[in-house]
């Protein structure tokens, strides 16, 4: 029933930029939090950066510079910026959602992630 739809991974170069989407489907009528993780190849899920329905953002401090969130309320659809990717970037990405669906409580929802490969 709750779908994020992940768009904008890809092959970049180092140094370079990226733009990642994630839409909610229009089930999901209230958003408090959406936000990116990440994993890498052998490694544990990690938080990328998150934003609340108030506009307060969270990022992991070894990225923070680099990479930026923002959240088109209109829209169900949260953006991360990336740019001076560097290959330790490599991972997939997922996007993350906590909100409620008609006459439910608050629950968690995950995308189905999206490959980004920083490499020469």
């Known amino acids: 029933q709750v779908q994020l739809v992940e768009s904008g991974g890809g092959l970049v170069q180092p140094g370079g930029s990226l733009k990642l989407s994630c839409a909610a489907s229009?089930?999901?009528?209230?958003?408090?939090?959406m936000g990116w993780y990440r994993q890498a190849p052998g490694k544990q899920r990690e938080l990328v950066a998150t934003i609340t329905s108030d506009g307060t953002t969270n990022y992991a401090d070894s990225l923070k510079g680099r990479f930026t969130i923002s959240r088109d309320d209109a829209k169900n659809t949260v953006y991360l910026q990336m740019n001076s990717l560097k290959p330790e970037d490599t991972a997939v990405y997922y996007c993350?959602?906590?909100?409620?669906?008609?006459?439910?409580?608050?629950?968690?929802?995950w995308g189905q992630g999206t490959q980004v490969t920083v490499s020469s």
């Open positions: 993350y959602a906590f909100g409620r669906v008609a006459s439910s409580n608050p629950s968690a929802y």
């Open positions: 229009r089930t999901m009528f209230n958003i408090y939090i």
